[in-house]
């Protein structure tokens, strides 16, 4: 395999791997030291949307991490990005309105963040049949 495939493939098993020890961080956090705020708020469901769509697509990206040691195309890198970016749009955005009700207006954001998740997804797909 190519070393550009292996480079690819490492770092989005890398960044995965990261990112769902941050989704079981933030997720114990706000099940335990922030309950009571985000239930006072009223943002206790959006706290655990955004941690669940983290963490299934820190699932997705450690798919695509797999799929990069078998497949060598750009899409599945492209796709890895769209994963990551929506995590960051997405599910940060949520986190955000949650701790920092003053930033609402961030929220939006977020219908971004559900974007990049789908274009991951279709990407995804893309890239598998493309070989």
């Not at 335990?32 to 009223?42: D, T």
């Not at 943002?43 to 655990?48: A, G, P, Q």
């Not at 749009?89 to 920092?100: D, I, K, N, P, R």
Request: hydrophobic share 50%; aromatic share 16%.
């Amino acid at each position: 395999m190519p070393d550009s495939v292996n480079k690819d493939a490492k770092r989005t098993l890398i960044v995965a791997s990261v990112f769902g020890a941050l989704a079981v961080g933030i997720g114990a956090f706000g099940a335990h030291s922030l309950k009571a705020h985000l239930l006072e708020i009223g943002r206790f469901d959006t706290f655990e949307t955004a941690v669940r769509y983290h963490f299934y697509h820190t699932f997705a990206l450690l798919v695509v991490g797999l799929l990069q040691l078998r497949f060598n195309n750009k899409y599945l890198s492209w796709s890895a990005t769209c994963f990551l970016a929506g995590i960051l749009l997405f599910s940060g955005s949520l986190y955000t309105l949650c701790l920092a009700p003053s930033l609402a207006y961030l929220g939006i954001i977020t219908p971004f963040g559900g974007l990049f998740f789908i274009a991951g997804w279709l990407i995804t797909a893309f890239g598998v049949s493309r070989q």
